[in-house]
């Protein structure tokens, strides 16, 4: 098959491959996907995953709330605080903040008896519980080291992009704005020097990107123009797209609704159940549109949009669908 793109090793999993062109938001290493709860994160988290892998790059996906979501599609593999091959190219991992500070803890203290120390006094537990943000913190600091072209850890596999399903908003910019709290806190000294780097990687415009995912609905509508001034503004995240996610299809023409309506005075009751379907289906998408042109208006960045998928479950191969979606 003829991509048009080069892959640096050839795709073996027939089903996985596409004929997609290269989308220039996913040209980053690190890429956060935030949003209000609920709005679809954790599925275009992936969605992208597998978009990024099949234009090459290798790719992981970071979930950062102990949700699992990640695994629940990738059910094949159990996606834990290690990374988990998921696909060709694409990686998942679940950071969970407890392994993230062990982690911190072994990379910094060379002296083995004073980590053991550490260890054993369960002082770390303590610190983490009693001070707010560490744990955001040694977080973002696992996101740093998988984004490294020179991985801290043993062995550390090199990605080309790491893609992160953030915490819902109102913990999401709070998360995004740890690195500087701390770097403000700690006016010297290795935190700051380490809150700090993370603080530039967040807000490196060419290394650093966020997309926001938003439903057709009035309420994320307004929350995503709200999220996006924060990320722009205080926060000075790039935000390179809007992912308008799960819109209805527009079934029908006028002609079609036209033709439909001729049921409505049938006898038949289940011929006016079909117009009665079709009307509200019609009804549905044009609301979502109307709130997709509010957003056109409320936002500054490009706009991309996803079909809600009708399965009970959304599975591997509909996240495949929705990857091919994202141009
Ligand atoms: N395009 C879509 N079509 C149909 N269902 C979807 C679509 N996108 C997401 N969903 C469904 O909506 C629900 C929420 O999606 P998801 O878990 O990705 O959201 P989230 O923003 O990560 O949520 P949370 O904030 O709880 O982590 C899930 O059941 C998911 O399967
Ligand atoms: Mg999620």
């Avoid at 080069?6 to 596409?18: A, I």
């Avoid at 954790?42 to 790059?57: D, P, Q």
């Avoid at 969970?96 to 053991?116: G, W």
């Avoid at 701390?182 to 490196?204: C, K, W, Y």
Wanted: hydrophobic share 40%; with cysteine; glycine share 6%.
């Amino acid at each position: 098959m003829n991509l048009p793109f080069s892959c640096h090793r050839p795709l073996p999993d027939t089903e996985f491959q596409l004929n997609v062109p290269i989308l220039d938001y996913l040209d980053k290493r690190l890429i956060f996907v935030t949003g209000k709860g609920g709005v679809g994160k954790s599925t275009v988290a992936i969605a992208m995953g597998i978009r990024a892998a099949l234009e090459g790059k290798r790719t992981i996906v970071v979930e950062v709330a102990s949700t699992e979501n990640t695994s629940r599609i990738f059910r094949q593999e159990d996606v834990g605080y290690k990374e988990v091959e998921v696909a060709n190219d694409l990686w998942a991992i679940s950071i969970d903040p407890d392994d993230s500070m062990r982690e911190y803890v072994l990379l910094q203290l060379k002296v083995r008896a004073m980590r053991d120390l550490l260890f054993k006094s369960r002082m770390f537990t303590y610190l983490a519980d009693a001070t707010p943000g560490l744990k955001e913190l040694v977080t973002i600091g696992k996101i740093w080291e998988l984004a490294q072209p020179n991985r801290k850890i043993k062995h550390g596999r090199r990605y080309d992009l790491v893609i992160v399903d953030s915490p819902a908003t109102g913990h999401g910019i709070s998360f995004l704005q740890t690195p500087r709290t701390f770097a403000n806190i700690a006016r010297v000294g290795p935190m700051h020097t380490q809150s700090r780097a993370l603080e530039n990687m967040i807000t490196d415009h060419e290394l650093t990107g966020s997309v926001i995912v938003s439903l057709p609905e009035e309420m994320p509508v307004n929350e995503t123009a709200d999220l996006e001034a924060e990320l722009t503004g205080d926060i000075d995240v790039s935000v390179d797209r809007v992912i308008m996610n799960a819109l209805y299809p527009d079934r029908f023409s006028k002609t079609d609704m036209a033709a439909l309506r001729k049921l409505a005075d049938s006898e038949d009751r289940e011929l006016r159940a079909v117009y009665r379907g079709a009307l509200t289906q019609s009804r549905r998408s044009a609301a979502q549109q109307e709130q997709l042109e509010r957003l056109r208006g409320m936002v500054s960045s490009p706009i991309t949009t996803l079909p809600f998928i009708f399965e009970p479950e959304l599975t591997l191969k509909a996240a495949r669908s929705l990857a091919e979606g994202l141009s």
